[in-house]
């Protein structure tokens, strides 16, 4: 089994930073893409950016120039940087992460419990 836990959500005014980040633990051989993604209130969930096992990253176009995803292989941890922030980004920003398991050598999708990031006007 593989844990992903994020931290560092919260309350933040309009044009202020948050830092998110997500680390994996468990059964782990190898994590492939690791990726952002947030669930507004009565809306679906929705990509926010994803960092590939080769270093590609990619944006949804409304934060596009304002986050920023990073990677740190050694710690089996991704990271969202936000600045910018608008209303209009709140939601639970989930964490996702494939991942090859050592025992039983599997490839599964895993999710962490989300944490809420709140932009007030």
């Known amino acids: 089994q593989v844990q992903l836990v994020e931290s560092w959500g919260g309350l933040v005014q309009a044009g202020g930073s948050l830092r998110l980040s997500c680390a994996a633990s468990?059964?782990?051989?190898?994590?492939?893409?690791m990726g952002w993604y947030r669930q507004a209130p009565g809306k679906q969930r929705e990509l926010v950016a994803t960092?590939?096992?080769?270093?590609?990253?990619t944006y949804a176009a409304s934060v596009k120039g304002r986050f920023t995803i990073s990677r740190d292989n050694a710690k089996n941890t991704v990271y969202l940087q936000m600045i910018s922030l608008k209303p209009e980004d709140t939601g639970v920003y989930y964490c996702?992460?494939?991942?090859?398991?050592?025992?039983?050598?599997?490839?599964?999708?895993?999710w962490g419990q989300g944490t809420q990031v709140t932009v007030s006007s």
């Open positions: 468990g059964s782990i051989l190898r994590i492939n893409d």
């Open positions: 996702n992460a494939d991942v090859w398991e050592k025992a039983p050598m599997r490839r599964k999708d895993y």
């Open positions: 960092f590939t096992t080769g270093g590609s990253t």
